[in-house]
């Protein structure tokens, strides 16, 4: 059957795209059909994704019934019997073995409406400290490093139109070219004045367009930010009054980066010391400046560090806080900012709050119409609670809304592996991703243009997305379903409210006087088009587009550097596995590939997953291109079809994530953590290159 998206207005609706968290302005029409929209992360383009996004609203791959699986198949249900079932097996389990018996995991593309009042389901109505969301898979490295230097995170704290007037800018482990291509007209600037630098081990679209491409190797990012910082001070570059003024802890970041000078970081990263000191002057000589960070800077056992060392550069240099100039991160989710700040992460609640502050606790609790007491502490992070499922006290039980966490997950054949232990997997789906084809109960869920709710974007700007067209018959919002959910666990009805709206209204009062206040926002302002970007205090406020300007968020106004040294991947290749993987995305798909693999004119251009290598490394594998080749790391191994890339580091290959089953290159990453952040270490892990039909 074909599934017709049904108009709910006549008229055209201004909305926004659905993928990563530029969040371009688009308008739908009542049939369905997309056009670009003039908005300032965007300015009036849209990448192919956004432009075939309309694509699933019609995909006969749509869940358009509950699925419970009986006798080892899952098949169609009603609604009652599917909720029912839920609610019935989460008590027993509960009863038997306690409310952390229960475990919820969230996705960083549920709206901020939906974050909310998941992040309430599961303290409030299961009672649960287990809960995550796989932003922590994101740009949980970047919000712990952004909260030790500022004292504050949000991704960019500036208007992402700044960048517009740079003289020069620098992006690590960025490749915009393909993640949110609309991005890259922001660049232009820097990039006519010869200042735009990528720091990329890959030759990546984005590293084609820069003036000055620095390719480190694997896990050496961290080094090469402490080589530049060691320029900028010996060459006299040091913007001493601001590191005065506005700063503190310089000199124990100075003792540690005296033993980094560029000629030894060159032996660590490959990344000649001309070019060290060409960045620091390029940096220290511009009126306007950025240093931005995205996954390949985060995605580490060492990611905090790694960010750390780009932001004491940043502020060696004297730019966050100065108009025209500063330090961001790039999120890449659809709300990966909003998404971690109104209580889906282990130890946060709603506004950005800590979940263990107990004024948070009393605060939200009030708003909550619960006692502060009855509140659950911080619960395991992303990684360590799903490698917990099933296991001896572990979680028995498992919701998930938004992810698809068999594929995304590192060593992710374990994460399979783990789910299957489970006593209940219950899944909230548009169609059936690979975590849901192993659920005990599927429920089919509406998606962006199909219900109200905001959106957080990579400026901390707070976007209205509309519903443009009804749903089809049978599927309902997360809304209804945590709703429905809550009440057979006898929780009053009014509790968790369905309309996004009103849950938005609540969504205000829990985070007024929080890091991430948005108690000022109201749905009348986002429908009057105003630009609020948080914190926005109060109905009056104009909201907060660049952060920092006056001091920065600690007590004592000033922005810490952070002491950090080099210490490498944590696992190094070695006799058995000599190169190094690293992961990514490619143009035509987003995350896991559930959505973009069933939209014919994207998947038919990356239909199968690839692993690009340098050709010598290729002949030494005796391989060309073309041949299906098998990577192997310790965790397991994928086969991939080899596209020999000259400009390729010799010791590296790449493989992008998107891909399910057998092709998974999550099949190889290592889940090491970092020790604050928790982000496994997806960019960089040891594996070998061998013929598919060659011995292992």
């Known amino acids: 059957m074909t599934l017709t998206a049904e108009p709910t207005t006549t008229t055209a ?36 994704k956004g432009w ?32 029912d079932l839920i609610a019935s097996r989460l008590q027993e389990l509960r009863a038997e073995h306690g409310a952390d018996s229960v475990a919820v995991f969230g996705g960083g593309g549920l709206t901020n409406e939906k974050s909310y009042l998941l992040g309430k ?80 081990p890959r030759r990546t679209p984005t590293a084609e367009q820069a003036d000055l491409h620095l390719a480190p190797a694997p896990g050496t990012d961290l080094a090469l930010a402490l080589g530049i910082l060691h320029a900028v001070v010996a060459d006299g570059l040091l913007d001493q009054s601001y590191v005065e003024d506005r700063t503190s802890g310089f000199d124990a970041v100075w003792r540690i980066v005296a033993g980094y000078w560029p000629e030894q970081v060159e032996r660590v990263t490959g990344v000649a010391a001309a070019d060290q000191r060409r960045v620091a002057a390029l940096l220290a000589r511009a009126r306007n400046a950025y240093v931005l ?85 911080p619960g395991r992070s992303a990684f360590e609670l799903l490698d917990a499922l099933g296991t001896e006290g572990g979680p028995r039980a498992l919701l998930v809304f938004g992810s698809n966490v068999v594929v995304s ?36 869920v509406t998606q962006w243009a199909e219900e109200d709710g905001t959106m957080t974007n990579l400026e901390g700007r707070i976007l209205l997305r509309r519903k443009a067209v009804d749903p089809p018959e049978g599927v309902r919002t997360d809304l209804d379903v945590l709703a429905g ?65 006056d001091a920065f968020a600690h007590p004592d106004g000033r922005a810490r550097f952070e002491p950090v040294e080099h210490t490498g991947p944590a696992e190094p290749p070695d006799a058995g596995f000599r190169l190094l993987a690293t992961t990514g995305r490619v143009l035509q798909h987003y995350q896991s590939g559930a959505q973009t693999r069933l939209v014919a004119e994207l998947n038919d251009t990356v239909p199968e997953v690839y692993v690009e290598v340098h050709p010598d490394t290729a002949e030494r594998a005796g391989l ?11 965790r397991g191994g ?59």
């Not at 909305?15 to 308008?27: K, N």
């Not at 393909?178 to 006519?192: C, D, I, K």
């Not at 060309?624 to 310790?634: E, K, P, W």
Request: neutral net charge; aromatic residues 6%.
């Open 13 to 48: 609706v201004a909305t926004h795209c659905p993928y990563c968290a530029l969040q371009c302005g688009m308008t739908l029409s009542p049939e369905a059909d997309v056009t670009p929209r003039q908005f300032p992360t965007n300015a009036g383009g849209l990448c192919q």
């Open 52 to 83: 075939t996004s309309p694509a699933l609203l019609r995909s006969p791959a749509r869940l358009t019934t509950p699925l419970v699986r009986t006798d080892g198949e899952l098949r169609p249900a009603s609604w009652d019997a599917a909720l």
């Open 121 to 200: 389901f599961a303290r409030v109505a299961l009672g649960t400290s287990q809960m995550d969301y796989n932003g922590r898979f994101c740009m949980s490295s970047a919000a712990a490093a952004g909260m030790k230097a500022f004292g504050l995170d949000r991704g960019l704290p500036f208007p992402v139109t700044d960048l517009a007037d740079a003289d020069a800018i620098v992006l690590v482990g960025a490749n915009p070219a393909e993640t949110m291509p609309p991005f890259v007209q922001h660049l232009r600037g820097a990039n006519a004045k010869g200042g735009l630098v990528v720091v990329d």
């Open 293 to 377: 960070t995205a996954r390949g800077a985060e995605q580490h056992a060492t990611g905090v560090a790694t960010v750390s060392a780009w932001i004491n550069l940043a502020l060696a240099l004297g730019l966050p806080g100065r108009p025209g100039s500063g330090y961001g991160c790039l999120t890449g989710q659809g709300n990966g900012q909003g998404g971690r700040e109104h209580g889906q992460k282990a130890d946060q609640l709603p506004g950005y709050r800590k979940i263990t502050d107990p004024a948070a606790r009393e605060h939200v609790a009030s708003v909550w119409g619960v006692p502060a007491e009855s509140l659950p502490g």
């Open 409 to 444: 997950a590192p060593d992710s054949a374990r994460v399979a592996e783990r789910l299957s232990r489970l006593d209940l997997l219950v899944t909230a789906d548009l169609v059936l991703s690979e975590t849901s084809a192993l659920a005990d109960v599927v429920l089919p």
């Open 485 to 549: 959910l809550a009440e057979r666990l006898g929780q009053p009805a009014e509790r968790f409210p369905t309309d996004a709206e009103t849950v938005f209204t609540e969504l205000r009062a829990a985070s007024a006087g929080g890091p991430a206040d948005y108690s000022g926002i109201s749905y009348e302002r986002l429908r009057d088009g105003e630009a609020l970007y948080w914190p926005v205090p109060d109905e009056r406020h104009p909201g907060t587009p660049r952060m920092f300007l």
């Open 624 to 634: 060309a291109h073309g041949d299906l080749a098998r990577v192997t790391s310790r």
């Open 638 to 696: 994928t086969t991939a079809r080899v596209r020999c890339v000259g400009s390729m580091r010799q010791d590296v290959v790449f493989l992008p994530f998107h891909f399910p089953g057998a092709q998974r290159a999550n099949l190889l990453t290592n889940p090491a953590l970092d020790p604050t952040s928790r982000m496994p270490e997806f960019k960089v892990c040891a594996v070998r290159l061998t013929k598919e039909d060659g011995a292992e």
